[in-house]
C-alpha cells in the first residue's frame, strides 16, 4: 500500500506502541522503522524486553558503503510468527546527528519498496528534535500525528501541526490519529483545533497498550480486546484514506 509515518507532538502519547500495534496487525508484509532519534530502542528495551540484542540498525544504514536498498534488506530483523520486520532505531540519542543524512536517502529507499509488496510504518519520534527524521515525514505517503485529546496534548499539537499540513490534492497527506477519543475532547473537537483530519481513534486500553510498548503478558480476551479492534479500525482508515486520495489524483490528471 504505502509508506505510513508517525510522530508525536509532546508526551509520550503512544507513537511506538501504536507503530508496532499496526504492523503487528498489518494484512501485508511491513517493514517496521525505528527512526525516532530518541535512541535506545523502544522496541528492543520495550516490546522484546531487552531479550534480543541489537544487531544492526539505524546506525549501520547510515554509515553504509553500499547501495542503500542493500544495506536496508540486511539491516531488517524479521519478527518470528508475523509478517513484520523491523530496523531497530539508534542506540544512544548522541548518534543522532549521524543520521541527518541518511534521512533523505533513506526516503528514496522506503518509497521504492512498495512494488516489492511491502509497506512501511516509521515511527519518528516526536517532532522537532535534533535528527528528526523530516525527510521521511515529507516523503511518507501518509503523516500521522499521534496525540491525546487533553489540552495540553491538543496547544502542542496545534502548535506542530503546520509541519504537517499539505496542500489539496497533494499525493502525501497528514491527518491525526487519537489515543483516547473523548478524554475529554472528540475528534471533531480535535480537527477543528489542530486543523487536520482525524483519520483514527486508538482506544485508551493500558493493558493491551502494555504488551506492545513494555512486553507485558496479554491480558484475557487480548485478540479481541479494545486496542486491537480500534487498531484493525485504524488500519481500515489508513487504507481508504491513501487509496481515495490516489483515486482523486487520477480522476483530476490530465487524461
Ligand atoms: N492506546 C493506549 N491506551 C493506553 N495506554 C497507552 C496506549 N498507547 C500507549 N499507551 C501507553 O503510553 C505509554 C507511552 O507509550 P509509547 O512509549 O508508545 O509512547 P511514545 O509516544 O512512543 O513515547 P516516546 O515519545 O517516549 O517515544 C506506555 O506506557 C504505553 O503503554
Ligand atoms: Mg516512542
Known amino acids: ?80 510468527g508475523t509478517q513484520v520486520s523491523y530496523v531497530a532505531g539508534t542506540r544512544s540519542h548522541t548518534q543522532a546527528g549521524a ?28 517532532l522537532g528534535l535534533v535528527g528528526s527524521p523530516g525527510d521521511l515525514l515529507d516523503a511518507a505517503d501518509l503523516a500521522l500525528l499521534v496525540t491525546r485529546t487533553h489540552l495540553p496534548a491538543l496547544s502542542a499539537a496545534r502548535s506542530r501541526a503546520d509541519a504537517l499540513r499539505r496542500p489539496p490534492l497533494d499525493w502525501h497527506q497528514s491527518g491525526v490519529l487519537l489515543v483516547g477519543d473523548g478524554q475529554p475532547y472528540s475528534a471533531r473537537e480535535v480537527a477543528t483545533v489542530v486543523d487536520l483530519p482525524v483519520i483514527a481513534s486508538l482506544a485508551e486500553d493500558p493493558e493491551s497498550a502494555a504488551v506492545f510498548s513494555r512486553g507485558a503478558k496479554p491480558p484475557r480476551r487480548f485478540e479481541t480486546g479494545a486496542l486491537s479492534r480500534s487498531l484493525q479500525a485504524a488500519i481500515a482508515a489508513i487504507h481508504s484514506t491513501i487509496v481515495r486520495r490516489r483515486s482523486e489524483l487520477l480522476e483530476g490528471a490530465p487524461s
Do not use: C, H, K
Open 99 to 126: 543520521l541527518r543524512d541518511l534521512w533523505p536517502l533513506l526516503a528514496v529507499a522506503l518509497a521504492e519498496l512498495e512494488p516489492t509488496g511491502q509497506d512501511v510504518i516509521i515511527d519518528a519520534g516526536r
Open 1 to 80: 500500500m504505502a509508506v505510513i509515518a508517525l510522530a508525536s507532538a509532546s508526551g509520550s502519547p503512544g507513537v511506538t506502541t501504536t507503530a508496532l500495534g499496526l504492523a503487528l496487525l498489518w494484512p501485508r508484509p511491513v517493514l517496521l522503522v525505528e527512526a525516532d532519534p530518541t535512541g535506545g530502542s523502544g522496541l528492543l528495551a520495550g516490546y522484546f524486553r531487552g531479550t534480543t540484542t541489537y544487531a544492526a540498525g539505524m546506525i549501520e544504514l547510515a554509515l553504509t558503503s553500499s547501495n542503500l536498498a542493500d544495506a536496508l534488506s540486511e539491516v531488517a530483523q524479521p519478527i518470528a
